[in-house]
């Protein structure tokens, strides 16, 4: 009973990771219908830039300030000069132009900080570990990623929904060539948001940072299963992004932690490990068909 | 994907010049293993192979994405499961055994292409029927699921290899040729090459071809005169993705050795770059593409190891100044211009 509820929460903590970079990815393009595969990029750099300052101040203040900084500034430089000149283009220029950027970013890390992972130590604050319920002690450390990322759905939620720049955005996402009409300074506002998705991405980035190895490549290892969840959830919605991220979160992680348990009752031991992992890689994909075929527009589509 | 795209691959626009340069190029190909040797550069023949293969495959999906307007980001599967057909039967040859209890191995070239055509049909088929109920970004997403499904079943076989792959120590035989000889097998890449883009060109100029252009502009119109259009793009994805798997089959003879690597998503990836650096919706942009793709990567290889910060920029500057791809910067360049 513990096992699950420990690979519950686990489940959790990889859902609001998603949930971060996915709620920008969605943003990005239910606003300005851009495909930006380089989105990955702007959480590597996130967790680079969060690595570093770490290693060279030691504060965790100062490291997380670097790692949103970084991926602020560099997804707000990337708008303004690469994808602004592409909102009138065909999804696959976008495709081909932000490919481009991942190479360009990976290559970039590569020089700067070389090919070997960086290891991040959990903060000494944060490095223990809470018993929640008898018998079930959870790192303080992932609870806090968990807690950080429900703030940030909450605080979304308000910014969307309440005000001027939320209305402008969803006003945005229903029909943008009428707010472009009302007056509404549009370049601005895609600045702006393109800059709040970087924020988040940087933000999921720096928190994996003591979790995972901070490595050259982990961008699009995270983005084909944050684009899963953008499409599970409904391209352009916030609320589906953050369902989509929690179902594809819980369902990845059980599934790795029971399928080859499962599977070995019924056949031999290296055999049920190769086919579990198999099986349990395979299943958020499944789950995406299986919702597409039924809800081809996603759990919560957007403009309707 | 202006109207030009569409004159542009209809056989009907053509004429002299076009037919001129093309003579050009189909002699060009024939006489490259030749000059080559003659310039003392033989390992440029596994290079132009290479690219020949990822064109057929490139073209494949150039009849889905281009032509059809259907964006998959799956066809890595067709290319992949095409090399598994020829490592599969070679598998089951060595072992003397049969594969699933009825097929029996095989080393000739003449059955395994056309069963990895017919696997690779038989799979689009499958994963287009139920993909082909969505539409935009979603049918891209769901593309890729099923490869990603694919890739992961591959991985998990550990009976063929799993994550390491297998290796297939001879290439399937033809015709008592030596297939082991760069430049046979280039001739016999080249062939199929041939082959395959003039059946793309026939299709894409018959009335077929016609219904699936005008899908692509406005499914809603066809619809209204009376085309049933899941029909027409079923049939353009399934043979994408025949055209895909006899690559894959053909790749996996040249490098002697298939692995999951042929389906991952970053081969799809790949494939797409390709027709889209080359010009989508034209007949040859994807062997353009592949050329250029493939050329520069090992190029830029030899040069740095950081060549993937010159070939980033590289395709920033072709997408930022150039529409249509490759194919239509020589057309800005006056290259070609006779197509129009």
């Known amino acids: 009973m513990t096992l699950i509820l420990e690979q519950l929460l686990n489940g959790l903590q990889f859902g ?55 991926a602020a500034l560099l997804g707000m430089a990337m708008e303004v000069f690469v994808l602004r000149r592409l909102y009138a283009r065909d999804h696959l220029d976008q495709v081909l132009a932000t490919f481009a950027l991942i190479l360009i970013f990976n290559q970039s890390v590569t020089i700067v900080f070389g090919r070997q992972p960086l290891f991040v130590s959990v903060p000494p604050a944060l ?25 940030v759905a909450l605080g979304l939620y308000l910014l969307i929904n309440r005000t001027r720049i939320g209305m402008l955005v969803r006003a945005g996402a229903t029909h943008r060539e009428m ?33 995972l190895a901070v490595q050259v490549g982990m961008g699009e290892q995270i983005l084909i299963m944050t684009f899963v969840v953008v499409v599970i959830g409904g391209v352009g919605s916030i609320r589906g992004a953050f369902f ?8 990845d992680t059980s599934l790795r932690a029971f399928l080859p348990g499962l599977l070995r009752q019924v056949m031999t031991g290296s055999e049920a490990d190769a086919l579990g992992a198999g099986l349990a890689s395979m299943g958020i994909y499944m789950l995406m068909a299986v919702v597409l075929l039924v809800r081809p527009k996603g759990l919560f589509p957007a403009n309707v | 994907m202006s109207e030009d795209a569409i004159t542009r691959a209809n056989p009907s626009g053509q004429n002299a010049g076009r037919a001129l340069a093309l003579l050009a190029l189909a002699l060009g190909l024939v006489a490259l293993p030749f000059l080559v040797q003659a310039v003392g550069q033989p390992a440029l023949v596994p290079l ?3 690219v020949l293969i990822y064109a057929i495959a490139a073209a494949s999906l150039n009849l889905a994405l281009g032509v059809g307007g259907m964006v998959s980001f799956g066809h890595a599967a067709f290319f992949g499961v095409g090399g598994y057909v020829v490592g599969i039967f070679y598998r089951t040859y060595v072992d003397d055994g049969l594969f699933l209890g009825l097929i029996p191995g095989t080393t000739q070239l003449l059955v395994t292409l056309p ?61 008592g040729l030596n297939t082991r000889d760069d430049v046979t097998f280039y001739f016999i890449c080249l062939a199929v090459a041939a082959l395959v883009f003039l059946a793309l060109w026939r299709i894409v100029g018959s009335r077929f071809g016609m219904v699936l ?17 899941y029909r027409y793009k079923l049939g353009a994805f399934v043979i994408s993705g025949m055209g895909t798997g006899l690559a894959g089959a053909l790749m996996a003879n040249y490098l002697r050795f298939v692995s999951p690597d042929m389906l991952h998503w970053t081969k799809s990836g790949e494939l797409m770059i390709m027709v889209i650096l080359g ?35 590289i395709l920033l500057f072709v997408v930022l100044f150039t529409q249509g791809g490759l194919t239509g910067l020589f057309d800005r360049l006056g290259i070609g211009r006779s197509e129009r």
């Open chain 2, 48 to 50: 132009a192979t290479r």
């Open chain 1, 244 to 251: 989509g991220a929690l179902l594809v979160g819980l369902v």
């Open chain 1, 16 to 70: 609001v990771m998603l949930f971060l970079l996915a709620a920008g990815l969605t943003l990005i393009f239910g606003i300005m219908g851009v495909i930006n595969l380089a989105h990955g990029s702007l959480y590597m750099v996130g967790a680079y830039a969060a690595a570093f300052a770490a290693a060279q101040t030691n504060s965790v203040l100062l490291a997380v300030l670097a790692g949103l900084a970084a």
């Open chain 2, 115 to 175: 069963a990895a055509i017919l696997v690779g049909g038989l799979l689009a088929c499958l994963i287009g029927a139920l993909c082909l109920r969505t539409s935009g970004v979603q049918f891209i997403m769901i593309t890729l699921a099923f490869a990603q499904m694919l890739f992961f079943l591959f991985v998990s076989l550990k009976a063929y290899g799993g994550d390491d792959g297998m290796t297939i120590r001879r290439r399937n035989e033809l015709f």
């Open chain 1, 127 to 151: 490095n223990g570990s809470v018993e929640l319920l008898p018998g079930l002690t959870y790192p303080v450390y992932r609870l806090i990623i968990i807690a950080a990322g429900l703030a």
């Open chain 2, 279 to 313: 010009g989508v919706g034209t007949l040859l942009g994807p062997l353009f593409g592949a050329a250029a793709l493939v050329i520069l990567e090992t190029v830029l290889t030899s040069w740095t190891e950081h060549w993937q910060l010159i070939l980033g920029p």
């Open chain 1, 179 to 211: 707010v472009r009409a009302l007056g509404v300074d549009i370049r601005l506002l895609y600045t702006a948001v393109f800059g709040l998705g970087a924020l988040l991405a940087g933000l999921a980035g720096l928190m994996a940072g003591p979790i």
């Open chain 2, 213 to 229: 252009a005008g899908i692509r502009q406005n499914e809603r119109r066809m619809a209204a005169i009376g085309i049933a259009p």
